[in-house]
Every structure is written in C-alpha cells, then in structure tokens.
C-alpha cells in the first residue's frame, strides 16, 4: 500500500463567465459558498489537484521548516489526515514558504513555486481554499 497527499484548490464555478460577469459581488459569495459546503455533503468534484505528492516526501517537506506555525499548520495532515488552508493562512505560510526556499529540494521548490501562486490566487479571492488529504492507495 502507498500513501499519497494530494492538494486540492476549490475554485470552480458553477456560471458560465459572461452570466458570472452580471452577478453583483454579494451574490458570487453565495455561489463559493455553495462550493466550500459541498465536501460536506459529498460533493468532491468541485476541486482541482493541485499536487499530488508522496507521503514521505511531503513529511521531508514539512521537516525542512523551522519550528513554528507554518510546520506545525503543514503537520496537521501527518496529525490528522487533512488541513485547511484558507485565506486566514495566506501570509503565514506565504512568509514561511519564501523564507524557507534555501532549505528545499527541487521537487519541494516546484510544490512551493505551485503554492505560492495559489496562495496569491487566495488572497484575491478570499473564499477560495486548499483542502490537503492523505490518501491509502491499495496496490
């Protein structure tokens, strides 16, 4: 059995672009909204992966971080199988990914090149966010 971490960004909508163009703002919350219940109801289809990654090798990533609240936000999923980062986390582990660049390999400089850019894309648009799982894969 291997374990896998997989990082998914909820961000779709529902509208087609010209009808999302006509919304008022207030009314487009109420559609990511919609999307940010629907994992709690079973509806999954909404994310994108993101990264799809080894779990060993996101446990080295997570041990290249100093101590602090980055790595122990990180450490969550070894803890308990999935995180939430959300707009409330953008300049936190933003911070800690720009700073920690010296310490990564090149495969964890790719996952944090991919995460920073989706932080931005966050931070743009509050109510997007990352749900991260650990998945067991039965070989």
């Known amino acids: 059995m291997t374990t896998q ?3 998914y960004l909820l961000n779709q909508r529902f509208m087609e672009k010209e009808e999302r163009d006509d919304i008022p703002e207030e009314a487009k919350q109420v559609v990511y909204y919609s999307l940010a219940i629907g994992h709690h109801v079973g509806i999954v289809d909404c994310f994108k992966k993101l990264i799809v990654c080894d779990y060993d090798e996101y446990q080295k990533f ?3 971080f100093p101590e ?3 790595r122990r936000k ?3 999923l070894i803890k308990f199988g999935e995180i939430v980062i959300d707009v409330s986390h953008v300049n936190l582990l933003a911070k800690a ?3 920690n660049k010296g310490n990564f390999s090149l495969l964890h400089q790719q996952w944090a090149e991919t995460l920073l850019d989706t932080l931005a894309s966050i931070q743009r648009e509050p109510v997007m966010y990352i749900m991260v799982k650990r ?3 039965k070989e």
Do not use: M
Request: aromatic share 12%; net charge negative.
């Open 62 to 64: 997570v041990e290249s």
């Open 74 to 76: 990180f450490a969550g």
């Open 97 to 99: 990914l720009d700073d």
């Open 135 to 137: 998945r067991d894969n």
């Open 68 to 70: 602090g609240e980055a």
């Open 5 to 7: 971490v997989i990082f």
